[in-house]
């Protein structure tokens, strides 16, 4: 007696393949996307210091080294035009110390940095700055680039 097996069709009941159609491929190739990533953050690293002020101004040079901080100061430029911009507001050298008070987070303690054009009128950027002195701001400084040797 024997007992006939039924089989449930022809070689073995898995999937079939068809022949001389590739696999689908079921995984991202990352490679390619990493690499475009990675120039962007090389052209934006390389960019952002400038896009820092928007204000154009030729500054002097100095042999002076460069000021330590941790927080962002607030700018007041004066380009070689006698236009006073605080960040990148146009204002007037009498309005100066309101709009940098309304900015200020830390009040007097903030920091601000004076952009004075090579050719801007000496004179206007010292009543900005005493301006400002006069309203309790003690920590300022004036911007300028490092000074090169061919110079």
């Avoid at 007696?1 to 022949?19: E, H």
């Avoid at 400038?50 to 101004?57: L, R």
């Avoid at 204002?91 to 110390?97: K, S």
Wanted: hydrophobic share 45%; aromatic share 4%; net charge positive.
């Amino acid at each position: 007696m024997g007992m006939a097996m039924a089989s449930g069709g022809g070689g073995g009941g898995g999937r079939r393949r068809r022949r001389g159609r590739p696999a689908v491929m079921n995984e991202i190739n990352m490679t390619p996307f990493i690499d475009v990533i990675l120039v962007l953050l090389i052209i934006f690293m390389v960019a952002a210091p400038m896009m820092t002020v928007g204000v154009p101004v030729d500054l002097p040079e100095t042999q002076a080294k460069a000021m330590e901080g941790q927080t962002k100061p607030i700018t007041v430029s004066v380009n070689a035009k006698g236009q006073v911009f605080v960040q990148d507001d146009e204002v007037t050298a009498d309005t100066v110390v309101s709009k940098v008070q309304a900015i200020a987070k830390q009040g007097a303690e903030e920091r601000i940095y004076i952009r004075g054009d090579r050719t801007a009128d000496y004179g206007l950027i010292m009543r900005v700055m005493g301006r400002l002195n006069g309203a309790g701001f003690k920590k300022i400084g004036l911007v300028t680039l490092q000074e090169t040797a061919s110079r």
